[in-house]
């Protein structure tokens, strides 16, 4: 996830996100789901707001983002 995102964001001079309506659920000890709506501009580029899916996982006493996704592509690659 890290370097898909760094590969995203890298040569932007300017960057903008705005997030609402976060809800977060734990799943169990080691893994939550992230939900909420994001809206995301950056140079020339404005991004409709979209409903975003962060996975996290606890690495020690840290949470990490496994993966990121869209909430259509979130329901099939999660299992609860």
Known sequence: WEQTRRNRILG???ISVTIRD???ELLDDNRAIAQFAQ?????????SPATKV?????EGNA????????????????SR
């Open 12 to 14: 932007k001079r300017h």
């Open 22 to 24: 976060l809800n977060v």
């Open 39 to 47: 809206t995301y501009a950056a140079d020339n580029y404005r991004e």
């Open 54 to 58: 962060l996975i996290l996982a606890r």
């Open 63 to 78: 949470w990490r983002i496994a993966a990121e996704m869209n909430s259509r592509d979130a329901a099939s690659q999660v």
